[in-house]
C-alpha cells in the first residue's frame, strides 16, 4: 500500500495529532507491505488559490500557480492512500490545510452549472481515475467530546469526497498529549489508532466501535475543565511577567 501522509498542523513535527496519524499508519504497516510518503505543510511554498479557474478553463487540469503543489499533486495521484493530519481549528482546518485543499481544484472536471441536490459522490467529478484511492482524516480537538464539533469540517468532506466516502479518526482533549505526566493515558489512545490502522489494513475501513473508543474522553470533563483553567491562568501570569500589564 502506496500511504501519503499530509501533515497539515502549523505545529510542523511537532504535532500532536501526527502522533496518532503515526500510530494509524504503524498499524497499517504491521499487517501489510507499505511504502509511505510524508509531506509537512508547513514551511513549504503553497500560494493561495488565485480563483483565476485557469485550471478549469485556460490550462484544464493544470495550476499556473508554481510552487511546491506541483510535487505534492504528483504525490497525490501516486498514492493508495491520503492520510490527513490536523487539528481542528475554529470548526475548521487550520490556514496552511484549507490553502493546500484550494489549491486542489486542478483535480476536479470544470463546473458546469450542476445542483448540489441530491449529490451523494462528491459535488465534482474527478478529472483523474480515483478508484483503489482512499482517504482518511486523522484530527485532534481541544474540546471535551467531538459530537457537533466537527459538523461543518465533515459536511465539507462530503462535497470533496462524496458523502461519507472519507473516513474520520476523531479524537478529543488533544492537547494532553502535549502534557508528560498524561503518558500513560495518551499511549493507550495510540494503541487504540494503531489498532484502526490495522483494521483498515485487513478489512478496508475502521469499525465503529473503535472509532467510537478513540473519539472517547480521555479523562472526565470535569478534571480536563479544571487543566484548562489552569493553564489559561499560567499562561496568562507569563505574558504579565515577561510583558507587564497592557492597560
Not at 482546518?93 to 441530491?118: C, H, I, V, W
Not at 468532506?157 to 466516502?165: E, H, L, P, R, S
Request: aromatic residues 10%; charged residues 30%; proline residues 3%.
Amino acid at each position: 500500500m502506496k500511504i501519503l501522509v499530509i501533515n497539515g498542523s502549523p505545529k510542523g513535527e511537532k504535532s500532536n495529532t501526527l502522533k496518532l496519524a503515526d500510530a494509524f499508519v504503524e498499524g497499517i504497516s504491521s499487517k501489510c507491505e507499505t511504502e509511505v510518503r510524508k509531506v509537512t505543510l508547513v514551511g513549504k511554498d503553497i500560494k493561495f488559490c488565485l480563483g483565476c479557474f485557469s485550471c478549469w478553463g485556460a490550462t484544464p487540469g493544470e495550476c499556473i500557480i508554481k510552487d511546491d503543489m506541483e510535487a505534492i499533486r504528483k504525490d497525490i495521484l501516486w498514492a493508495d492512500l491520503i492520510v490527513e493530519s490536523f487539528p481542528l481549528y475554529f470548526f475548521g482546518m487550520p490556514g496552511q490545510m484549507k490553502t493546500f485543499t484550494d489549491r486542489m481544484l486542478p483535480f476536479t472536471e470544470s463546473y458546469l452549472g450542476e445542483s448540489a441536490e441530491n449529490k451523494e459522490g462528491g459535488f465534482h467529478e474527478m478529472r483523474f481515475d480515483k478508484s483503489g484511492k482512499r482517504l482518511v482524516v486523522i484530527t485532534t480537538c481541544g474540546y471535551t467530546d467531538t459530537k457537533k464539533i466537527y459538523d461543518s469540517l465533515t459536511c465539507e468532506y462530503d462535497f470533496f469526497a462524496g458523502k461519507n466516502a472519507c473516513a474520520f479518526v476523531k479524537c478529543p482533549q488533544g492537547e494532553l498529549f502535549g502534557i508528560p505526566q498524561f503518558g500513560d493515558i495518551c499511549n493507550a489512545r495510540l494503541s487504540l489508532v494503531k489498532k484502526a490502522g490495522e483494521e483498515f489494513a485487513l478489512e478496508g475501513d475502521v469499525k465503529e466501535a473503535t472509532l467510537e473508543s478513540i473519539g472517547s474522553q480521555m479523562i472526565p470533563g470535569r478534571a480536563f475543565s479544571m487543566i484548562l483553567s489552569k493553564n489559561w491562568e499560567e499562561s496568562r501570569k507569563r505574558y504579565l511577567e515577561k510583558h507587564g500589564d497592557a492597560k
